[in-house]
């Protein structure tokens, strides 16, 4: 289906916002992790409110022509004296859904990098995916919000500060900025200023400047009208030394405009009732498809058929430190010992590649991993597996712990950032340090608790229960966004 006109008039008193959302990924066409989520399916949750959403995001290689519309030609982006011709594409989706094409830029394998390494040129792909956001609100969709997520937009408010400062198109425009995961910045050598055409004026510590480099997370939170990050919890954590990169005190001065709005899920992907990837959909009323998702996903990994009266732990993962990976490396082995079996998806830091892969290699028929993206063997461990872990240092909010629980998949999480806000004490098990010895604690409580069946599956079905759909959160953005737009 596609999404309604490209353009449509505004109405400057109507109580709908019109809000582009500026990001770096977006489901289904480009996901790494849940920035995709949110980004693919908070627009169209925004509808319900009267809210007008549409996302700008890049057309990376992998991301087809075909299947896509031109909707802008020949769409120039000036940086100083260079030139980058630009044309913006639409895909077909429930909301305006723009790709910013620049081949010499985004035609490539990687969104951010190939083979471990960062694309040299990141600070002028995404400073152009910025400027192409302004383009397409003068020219395609008319914004009075750009909702700008992570540093890869972190650059919108600057240039419309300086660059735009006086353009009538953009006079009372406003910005949100939403930080996903604080440990990805943006950092450049202060040399790359010339190239991005930004006055340097907004080279200062309460600007762009992070000692001596151009941070693009910090252009968002020093000149953003509204800050917000991903569940209450992290919004606390990073106004502190411990989780705030070195930012906390950055954060702390913009104390009043951030706030935590928790992500939401969409269950229409996300639901074992209707899932289309899974072997067996089942529910909470009749929950036999999920043994039937356990034996297969047994199978698939090749692990024993004895494992179906024992807890199943599954993970999927961005396999970084953030996620824990290291706190595995140290409960390894004592983890097997509990007569547990693990499957894991992941790819990230070949480190954590290597450790996983290396776990497999040492408790075969125990513990079995695949290495990759395979977002349908994501919903088939979700399905299949008993128990899902999540051992965060730090988490944002973290979506697959809420896949899980409607999975009626118990999470075992540390108590951190949107983990805390999101699993409690009856719908799974949290542990407070980061150690491998707490890790492991919480796992042998969820394994004698996985011992006594009734209590199990009550445990599983108050997860199931919950209700994290985007009702609630999308409602708090679109009052930030009236909010802004001094609305109500
Ligand atoms: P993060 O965004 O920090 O990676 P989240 O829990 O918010 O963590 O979201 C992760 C999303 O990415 C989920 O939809 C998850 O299923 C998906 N995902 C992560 N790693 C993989 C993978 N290797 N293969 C398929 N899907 C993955
Ligand atoms: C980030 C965070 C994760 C969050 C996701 C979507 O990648 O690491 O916790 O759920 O963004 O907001």
Redesign the pocket.
């Known amino acids: 289906m596609w999404g309604g006109p490209a353009y449509s008039a505004p109405c400057y008193n109507s109580p709908v916002a019109r809000v582009l959302m500026v990001s770096s990924e977006a489901a289904p066409l480009a996901?790494t992790?849940?920035?995709a989520?949110v980004v693919g399916s908070l627009p169209s949750a925004l509808q319900a409110y009267g809210d007008e959403a549409a996302v700008l995001i890049p057309r990376y290689g992998s991301i087809d022509l075909k299947g896509l519309r031109r909707v802008f030609e020949r769409l120039p982006i000036h940086l100083g004296p260079t030139r980058y011709d630009a044309s913006v594409y639409q895909a077909p989706a429930e909301f305006p859904f723009y790709l910013l094409d620049c081949p010499p830029l985004y035609g490539r394998e990687g969104f951010y990098g190939e083979s471990g390494l960062d694309y040299p040129d990141n600070h002028i792909r995404f400073a152009v995916l910025c400027r192409g956001a302004i383009a397409v609100a003068r020219t395609l969709f008319k914004t009075e919000v750009f909702h700008c997520h992570d540093w890869q937009a972190g650059l919108v408010p600057a240039y419309l500060r300086t660059t735009f400062a006086t353009d009538p198109t953009f006079l009372g425009v406003k910005t949100l900025f939403t930080i996903?995961?604080l440990g990805y910045q943006g950092l450049f050598p202060k040399t790359v200023l010339p190239e991005l055409a930004l006055d340097p004026a907004l080279f200062r510590p309460d600007g762009l400047e992070f000692f001596g480099s151009v941070s693009y997370v910090k252009g968002g939170i020093a000149l953003a009208d509204a800050l917000n990050t991903v569940s209450p919890t992290y919004a606390k954590q990073i106004q502190t030394p411990e989780y705030g990169f070195g930012l906390d005190g950055a954060l702390r001065a913009r104390a009043d405009a951030l706030s935590g709005i928790l992500n939401g899920v969409d269950y229409r992907d996300w639901n074992p009732e209707t899932d289309p990837l899974i072997p067996a959909r089942y529910s909470a009323e009749d929950l036999s498809g999920k043994r039937a998702c356990k034996e297969a996903l047994l199978a698939e990994f090749g692990l024993p058929h004895d494992a179906m009266e024992r807890p199943l732990i599954g993970m999927?993962?961005?396999l970084t430190r953030?996620k824990g990976a290291d706190l595995l490396t140290e409960a390894a082995g004592q983890l097997v010992a509990e007569d547990v079996y693990l499957v894991a998806?992941?790819?990230g830091d070949p480190e954590y590649e290597e450790f996983f892969e290396g776990m497999a290699a040492e408790f075969p028929g125990r513990v079995a991993v695949r290495i990759?993206?395979?977002?349908g063997?994501?919903h088939r461990i979700e399905a299949g597996a008993d128990m899902f872990l999540m051992p965060s240092h730090y988490e944002p909010?973290?979506?697959?712990q809420i896949?899980s629980l409607k999975y009626g998949t118990v999470p075992v999480v540390r108590a951190t950032g949107g983990l805390d806000d999101t699993i409690e004490a009856g719908t799974g098990f949290k542990f407070q340090e980061y150690t491998g010895a707490a890790l492991l604690e919480a796992l042998r409580e969820a394994v004698r608790a996985y011992a006594n069946g009734p209590a199990w599956r009550d445990t599983m079905l108050r997860g199931m229960a919950k209700d994290f759909s985007w009702k609630i959160s999308a409602a708090a953005y679109s009052a930030l966004y009236r909010r802004l737009l001094e609305r109500t």
């Open positions: 996901k992790g849940g920035l989520d996903h995961n999927v993962s961005r953030q998806l992941g790819n990759g993206f395979d977002n063997l994501a909010c973290g979506l697959n896949y």
